[in-house]
């Protein structure tokens, strides 16, 4: 299976929140070969650290995440967004996952439960580590 990490499951290991140690087990079970995450996801994590005066937390990040796929759309994948926006009431960010998800066959592990109208839907690390 391949995974695409939404943002906030990063932001659980970042930020030592409720789900940490779930998060910090699924990342060392599944091979980091499986692992994907949007450069949106990238940008926003970034942008999120800094917002919270942790910008150094940022450095760590790109150490981790440096072993892992990133993944870009393209310009004429974004087209899908707002058909993706309207058809499942997602959030633009949450969208462009979606996208992304679809276009390169991936699971999306997220706590964001907005995923759970589309026909993909979501599976948090949890989830994935009770099928392993």
Same mark, same amino acid.
Request: proline share 2%; hydrophobic share 40%.
């Given at each position: 299976?391949?995974?695409?990490?939404?943002? %906030?499951?990063?932001?659980?290991?970042?930020?030592?929140?409720?789900?940490?140690?779930?998060?910090? *087990?699924?990342?060392?079970?599944?091979?980091?070969?499986?692992?994907?995450?949007?450069?949106?996801?990238?940008?926003?994590?970034? #942008? !999120?650290?800094? &917002?919270?005066?942790?910008?150094?937390?940022? +450095?760590?990040?790109?150490?981790?995440?440096?072993? +892992? %796929?990133? +993944? !870009?759309? &393209?310009?004429? @994948?974004?087209?899908?967004?707002?058909?993706? #926006? *309207?058809?499942?009431?997602? @959030?633009? @960010?949450?969208?462009?996952?979606?996208? $992304? $998800?679809?276009?390169?066959?991936?699971? +999306?592990?997220?706590? @964001? *439960?907005?995923?759970?109208?589309?026909?993909?839907?979501?599976?948090?690390?949890?989830?994935? !580590?009770?099928?392993?």
């Amino acid at each position: 299976m391949r995974y695409l990490l939404d943002a %906030n499951i990063i932001l659980e290991v970042m930020t030592g929140g409720k789900h940490y140690a779930a998060v910090k *087990s699924f990342l060392e079970k599944v091979s980091e070969l499986d692992l994907y995450i949007t450069w949106y996801s990238v940008f926003s994590i970034g #942008i !999120l650290l800094n &917002r919270h005066g942790l910008t150094g937390e940022f +450095i760590k990040f790109l150490r981790y995440a440096e072993t +892992i %796929n990133v +993944i !870009l759309l &393209r310009m004429r @994948d974004l087209y899908e967004i707002p058909k993706v #926006i *309207s058809e499942y009431n997602l @959030d633009f @960010d949450d969208a462009y996952q979606y996208v $992304a $998800a679809e276009k390169y066959n991936l699971i +999306i592990v997220s706590y @964001d *439960s907005d995923f759970k109208r589309t026909p993909c839907g979501r599976k948090t690390p949890e989830e994935i !580590l009770n099928e392993l």
